[in-house]
């Protein structure tokens, strides 16, 4: 089998009955833009404008890479902002304007 | 320009971080969104108080009940979503539905979503990061004892480790055992005793193991 | 003439023998039938981890109502085409060849309709 092959065929969040170590028994207390983020994924999944399944999909769909490495409300985030860019609700450049909107807004900058 | 009702806006106070690069992003979808009406400007607010009002209290009240009314425990198990709602009022704000399992002398329940996070949210609250995390996911399908036993939790040989993975619509409840010695105990008492690790299925309920909350 | 239609009558039988369920209304798959769950490797999205593939287990218990097969949920589908996913229960042993706890340890999870075969 051409070994690239099983990177399509397992999910990167397939992962029951891999090996793995010791639990950490962590938790953390969620950051407020986190429970945002949660609030958000509930509220766009209420409305179906992106439901709990695509936002599923679309984390998987991040790769292996951006997996292991984005915290689990990042890889929310990220998803939101491609999904809407799939479904035409928003473009990317929309996006990129308002976060450099927000960031001025945050640095108390004018807003250009 | 326009001014927008941001919300869940606050003032930053000088010791707090500036926002990083996601947060950023989070606010800049919210506010899009809610420009574009696709969302109300209230409802990540109220959906706020949704998630903090979910904790494991409200699933350590379902199982105290179901420990000294039999009625109950036999209507909870048939079907746990209308029941939760019913009798406590614990409304099921999304598209999922309940199933408790129940732990008995020869069944011991444990639950996990080894594909992503599926976690009754609506009477457990937000799940603990390890349940999120690859070592839990991985290894609760495969070595369930063992994973218990890092819990400080051993099974008996003859009793079967039954651990349920969630891929669909369907959440689960652990009903915890009912421990020794409580006979005298009030439904409140009881409650007090049951933790979220018991309704997640990796610790027994024990008279040692009291919630502090 | 008045001829009272009791639940017992023999119009009302012969009626309710006549009722004919659409196409997906009855599950395929009952509480105890032994399952297989398919082999194949879907391109993205798909809710059946690796480790259940092709194992041999027992329907515990239909879901109901039947519902949206979630690997089309992933894209964008939010209504019409039901089915019905079932609680199968596999042995930890049929799972893990040499694993190590006692035999009656199981796994129970939800598997869409469209992958169980009737062994």
Redesign the interface.
């Known amino acids: 089998m051409n070994q690239t092959e099983a990177l399509v065929k397992r999910l990167p969040n397939d992962i029951g009955g891999l090996p793995a170590d010791r639990i950490q028994q962590t938790d953390h207390q969620l950051l407020p833009w986190e429970k945002r983020c949660h609030a958000l994924a509930d509220v766009l999944d209420f409305h179906k404008i992106i439901n709990t399944e695509e936002k599923r999909r679309g984390v998987e769909q991040l790769g292996g890479e951006m997996v292991g490495k984005l915290t689990y409300y990042e890889r929310w985030i990220v998803v939101f902002a491609f999904i809407l860019f799939e479904k035409g609700i928003l473009t990317p450049d929309e996006l990129a304007q308002k976060m450099k909107q927000v960031e001025a807004r945050n640095n108390g900058q004018a807003i250009t | 320009?326009a001014t927008h009702d941001h919300?869940?806006e606050?003032p930053?106070s000088a010791d707090e971080p500036?926002?990083g690069y996601?947060?950023?992003?989070?606010?800049?979808?919210?506010?899009?969104?809610i420009d574009?009406k696709?969302?109300g400007p209230g409802?990540?607010?109220r959906?706020?108080e949704?998630?903090d009002s979910r904790t494991p209290a409200l699933g350590a009240k379902v199982v105290a009940r179901a420990w000294v009314d039999p009625e109950f425990r036999a209507r909870l198990l048939a079907n746990g979503r209308a029941v939760c709602e019913s009798d406590f009022g614990i409304s099921f704000?999304?598209d999922t539905?309940l199933i408790v399992l129940e732990n008995t002398e020869k069944i011991h329940n444990v639950i996990v979503c080894?594909?992503?996070?599926c976690y009754p949210r609506p009477v457990l609250g937000?799940p603990?990061?390890?349940y999120?995390?690859?070592?839990?996911?991985?290894?609760a399908?495969?070595?369930?004892?063992a994973?218990l036993s890092?819990?400080g939790t051993d099974i008996p040989?003859?009793v079967?480790?039954?651990?349920?993975?969630?891929?669909?619509?369907?959440r689960y409840l652990v009903l915890p055992q009912r421990p020794a010695g409580t006979g005298n105990s009030t439904e409140e008492q009881l409650a007090a005793l049951v933790t979220r690790d018991a309704m997640i299925g990796v610790v027994k309920v024990n008279l040692e193991n009291r919630n502090t909350l | 003439m008045n001829s009272k239609m009791t639940s017992a009558s023999p119009t009302n039988a012969k009626a309710t023998r006549q009722i004919v369920k659409a196409l997906g209304e009855e599950p395929a798959f009952k509480a105890g039938d032994r399952v297989r769950i398919s082999v194949r490797y879907p391109v993205g999205h798909y809710r059946v981890p690796i480790y259940m593939r092709g194992k041999r287990g027992t329907v515990e218990k239909i879901l109901k109502p039947a519902a949206i097969n979630n690997e089309e949920e992933g894209f964008g589908r939010n209504a019409g085409s039901k089915g019905f996913y079932y609680r199968v229960a596999v042995p930890l042993t049929e799972l893990w060849p040499g694993y190590a706890g006692p035999p009656q340890d199981r796994l129970v999870i939800e598997v869409f309709e469209t992958w169980l075969e009737r062994i």
């Open positions: 320009m919300d869940h606050h930053k500036a926002p996601y947060e950023i992003m989070e606010t800049a979808l919210r506010e899009l969104l574009k696709l969302i409802e990540i607010r959906q706020i949704v998630l704000y999304d539905q080894t594909l992503c996070s937000l603990p990061d390890w999120k995390a690859k070592e839990y996911r991985a290894r399908v495969k070595e369930p004892r994973v890092e819990f040989e003859d079967e480790v039954r651990i349920s993975d969630s891929t669909a619509m369907v």
